[in-house]
């Protein structure tokens, strides 16, 4: 698994907020995330229309993130910049993480969670999040994504519920709204 240390990001600096998203400074993502600061996040979920309904763009983590590797989440997820709009950062990290351009993208909620992970390191996130579709074909970064696959609504639902193991923490949460949204 790769350390926090590891991650070029580590220096980025984040927004910290209290539980209402105001925000009340900054850090660096490394610190952020060391000492389980409340800070704002991002997840999107790409959509498109399929035979059978719905289906959701799911990523799978890549081996090397230093925590959560190799579990599946949402589209692509991270942090707006200080200075940096939701809307605007997630266009920015789709294209950075999924090597795409994301289209019509809007928030459709928000949550607060915390995580603990092995390592120590915590994530303790204003989590937004935001749905969207694809623009552009996906061509995945490796350091971020090791799988990408469309799943229909259903089948996400079913595999929340069997296989939970399979997911990483946010993702519950990121999902069930999503597919509450779609209807």
Not at 105 to 112: G, N, T
Not at 141 to 165: G, K, M, N, Q
Request: with cysteine.
């Amino acid at each position: 698994m790769q350390r926090m240390d590891a991650d070029p990001a580590r220096n980025d600096t984040l927004i910290l907020v209290d539980g209402l998203d105001n925000e009340i400074g900054s850090a660096t993502k490394e610190r952020a995330h060391r000492e389980g600061l409340l800070h704002r996040a991002f997840s999107v979920v790409l959509v498109r229309d399929g035979q059978g309904g719905p289906e959701l763009l799911l990523a799978q983590r890549a081996e090397g993130k230093y925590h959560s590797a190799g579990l599946w989440a949402n589209s692509c997820c991270s942090h707006p910049r200080v200075g940096e709009e939701v809307v605007s950062a997630a266009y920015r990290r789709v294209r950075e993480e999924l090597g795409c351009e994301a289209a019509d993208l809007r928030e459709i909620a928000a949550f607060v969670y915390r995580a603990v992970f092995e390592d120590g390191l915590a994530e303790y996130e204003y989590d937004h999040v935001l749905v969207g579709r694809l623009a552009t074909d996906p061509d995945p970064d490796p350091s971020e994504a090791s799988a990408i696959r469309w799943v229909r609504a259903a089948d996400v639902a079913r595999e929340l519920a069997e296989c939970p193991e399979r997911f990483a923490a946010w993702a519950y949460t990121v999902l069930a709204l999503v597919l509450k949204e779609l209807g």
